[in-house]
């Protein structure tokens, strides 16, 4: 169990999550800092603001070491390239299991200053931000399982 964090069961955790309207100082600072330390509390190398009760787009990721944060994230394109990996996360405590997804994403996003940025990303941190991103959909890599 780890403090803070909302646990599977919690209702924030299945909503999808609201868009961020501005990028404010509640947002670039005050939640950044409360994700960005929540994240790595805990180990995590990805945070999305609804595990911390927040229901707003907002993810953060570990980039080396520092925490980056994407607001209003969009995936705007999949590879066909398939790769699977043993994902776990923070809300769903001694949980793990083989999740398969796009091997590289772009993803259209503000930074934690308001500028829109799209990135194409692969490997592991591609696969953290579709996992975050899940999660402003209500959606757990546990439901991935057995399907």
């Not at 955790?13 to 994700?35: C, H, K, W």
């Not at 990721?61 to 925490?67: K, L, Q, S, T, V």
């Not at 001694?94 to 940025?117: C, L």
């Amino acid at each position: 169990m780890h403090e803070g964090i909302e646990q599977i069961g919690s209702e924030v955790l299945r909503q999808t999550a609201n868009p961020v309207e501005e990028v404010d100082g509640d947002i670039s600072f005050t939640l950044y800092l409360q994700m960005s330390l929540a994240m790595y509390k805990y180990g995590g190398i990805g945070l999305a603001a609804p595990q911390i009760g927040v229901s707003k787009r907002v993810i953060v990721i570990d980039d080396e070491g520092d925490a980056f944060m994407m607001v209003n994230p969009r995936i705007t394109w999949r590879s066909k390239e398939l790769s699977s990996f043993d994902e776990s996360c923070l809300s769903v405590p001694e949980e793990h299991g083989e999740v398969i997804r796009p091997s590289s994403i772009k993803v259209k996003f503000q930074d934690k200053t308001g500028k829109y940025k799209h990135w194409k990303m692969d490997g592991l941190k591609a696969r953290v931000v579709q996992h975050e991103i899940d999660h402003l959909d209500g959606v757990l890599f546990v439901d991935y399982l057995n399907k």
